[in-house]
Structure formats: structure tokens, C-alpha cells
């Protein structure tokens, strides 16, 4: 129980069932959808991931946190089963507004491997920088899954 209501508080409802998901909706009274607004998004099969050092690009992030006190790295490591990279950058870029999130999860020049990078802007003086590096199409990694990361800023 505790699980499936941490699950859809932290807008990961897409990882548990959706029994499970319905029983949480009216046992707090509000849905799903809109417990995950202004919340990062992950395929279901992701794993989250914890590193001590970042897994994103900080030198891009470096001009966009001077504006923000502080920032919280959240990673996600997605199931090798997800979409070629172009779609699931759409698909990332849709999942997030559909969050009330607005952004443009854009294509980085970066020749090792396929990587997308952008800010999106919730409500509240949040926002996410959101990357994906699809380590499926670089060059010796040909079985490492996508890593989507978000950092939070605030």
C-alpha cells in the first residue's frame, strides 16, 4: 500500500498497476495525473539510478543554476526496450507538458552517441533540465540502456 501511493505521489503511476493506481486515486481523493504535475517522467521498467558524481552535463547546466539556488540530480536508467532515441525524446518532450512542464527537449551535438538536452519550466519557481544520452547507438555500448536524467531547480 505504502508502495503504490508513493508511486503515484511521485507521478510514477505508470509503474505499479493500474488497479493499483485507481485504488491510491480514491484513497486521496484527486487523481494520478494531476499528483504527477510539475514531476519528472520515466518509461515504466526504468530503474533509478544513484551516482555520486553527475550524470549530466554540467557544463550546459552551468549557465541555466546560476539562476536557481538549489539543484537535485534524479536519473533513470530506461529498459533497452524503449524507443530509437528521436521518438523517445518526443515522447519525453509530450510526457513532461502533458505535466504542465513547458520545454523543448532538444537534440545535442555530440558525436559518441545520440544525446537530447532541455530546460522545462513548471509552476511554482521549479524546473527540471532534462538529458538522455542513448548509449544503444555509441560506438562499445552497444548494450547499455538510455539514461534520462533531471535536475531540479529551485
Known amino acids: 500500500m505504502a508502495e503504490a501511493v ?10 505499479i498497476p493500474a488497479s493499483h493506481t485507481r485504488w491510491v486515486e480514491r484513497w486521496l481523493g484527486t487523481g494520478a495525473t494531476i499528483l ?15 551516482s555520486r558524481d553527475p550524470l549530466y552535463d554540467e557544463a550546459a547546466l552551468d549557465g541555466i543554476a546560476v539562476r536557481f539556488e538549489h539543484a537535485a540530480p534524479l536519473y533513470f536508467s530506461l ?8 521518438r523517445l525524446a518526443a515522447d519525453i518532450q509530450i510526457r513532461l507538458v502533458e505535466r504542465q ?10 558525436d559518441r ?18 538529458e538522455l544520452w542513448d ?3 555509441a560506438t ?15
Open 140 to 154: 562499445g555500448f552497444k548494450t547499455a540502456d538510455p539514461i534520462l536524467a533531471y535536475v531540479v531547480l529551485w
Open 6 to 15: 508513493s508511486m503515484v505521489v511521485l507521478g510514477r503511476s505508470n509503474w
Open 113 to 130: 552517441l545520440p544525446r537530447y538536452a532541455g530546460l522545462f519550466s513548471g509552476t511554482g519557481g521549479v524546473s527540471l533540465w532534462v
Open 101 to 110: 512542464l513547458s520545454g523543448v527537449l532538444s537534440r545535442t551535438d555530440d
Open 79 to 86: 529498459p533497452g526496450e524503449v524507443d530509437p532515441h528521436a
Open 36 to 50: 504527477a504535475n510539475g514531476k519528472p517522467w520515466a518509461p515504466a521498467g526504468s530503474r533509478e539510478v544513484l
Open 135 to 137: 548509449f544503444r547507438e
